[in-house]
């Protein structure tokens, strides 16, 4: 559980909390609890206790999280889907490369011509604005999901502690040599595992993922927003509108019907795939797994939970599921299905930091200080 966010500072009187998060608290009006105390000895052994098993750790409550201000990402300017990177950037794809080009010169063009037809009086202004908009979100979202880790699991991960619990034995990427979290996937392009891996996308040149899928489904959806948004606009004008302030410039009608072709395919393209990231959603069940399990005839033995939405988009607030920025998680381990030694080392010091300020006001219980954990950008 690793964010990159300062602690906040000061502290409303009343209650302990963090004084930025009781403004904004109070001015979206919602109602967030972020204590959290785990009342798990990671010192205890078995040997020394007549090998009786410690008692597993109390479950957090929905809505208790606790912060961690460490960033275990890289930092050098380099890139690359290698773990030591530090932007990630596939670039062993030369298809997925010229794919992914591909799609901002068609958003490009599509944009170019809708400022033609605005130039030559042919649509309102307002319109081609909106237009612009549009295609200035999805090539953020394309460019987005392009450029971020899609989960990949690191080479010190490590089983959840539930998951030790559950299963003495765990399953074993035998070409990264790593522990492989569940629903995980190694991808032979980007050549690394990745956590709730859908499919390896060549228009994206990246893998679709636990991190990344929120800004996938932002391109989808605005793409699609674009393309039926200029298929109604041409439409409108075709066989709606007979005045000739309707008509097209003789230059421009020819971009605007090539352009009516990309947006049919763009259109059909993306509403098979919202459907697909829907189901599986939905389904728990990604495109990979749902193409495994029909080979073997196992779809109805399936016990896959759906995805919460909150593991897609976060829990930062519904104002930032529109734009293309990293989503916070509530519990970020569980999301991405592992652990690090180091976070786990973290979680033992904050712990004993909770466990001393609380003894300090005198409780000598749970500590009331506020915690809140995210995904490191």
Known sequence: MVAN?????GTSSSSGRPLLRSCLDSAC?????????LEYDFSYKESRNGGKP??????RPPGEHYIDTHNDEPWSFSFGTGEEKGIWMNSGDQAGSIMATLVWLLMTYSAVTV???TVTEGIPPVLGMIYTLLCAMALACHAKTSLSDPGSVPRAAVPQEEQRRESPSHSMCGQCQTFKPPMSHHCRICNRCVSRMDHHCPWMNNCVGAANLKHFILFLIYTWTCAAYS??????NYFFCADEDCTFHVVVIHLVRAMTFLCIGAFLFTSSMLMNVTYGLMTGIGTIDRLKKKATNTMS???EEPIALKDVFGIAGFHTWPFPIDPVFDDYDRVMGYSTPQRLVREQQFMEQAAAIGGQ???????SSKWNDSHPL
């Open 54 to 59: 410690q008692p597993p750790p109390r479950i």
């Open 5 to 9: 966010r300062k602690k906040e500072i």
């Open 361 to 367: 006001q005198g409780g000598g219980g749970a500590s």
């Open 29 to 37: 009006g919602c109602q967030i609890d972020f204590s959290e105390y």
């Open 115 to 117: 400022t033609l037809l």
């Open 231 to 236: 298929l109604v606009l041409f439409g409108w």
């Open 301 to 303: 033995q399936s016990d």
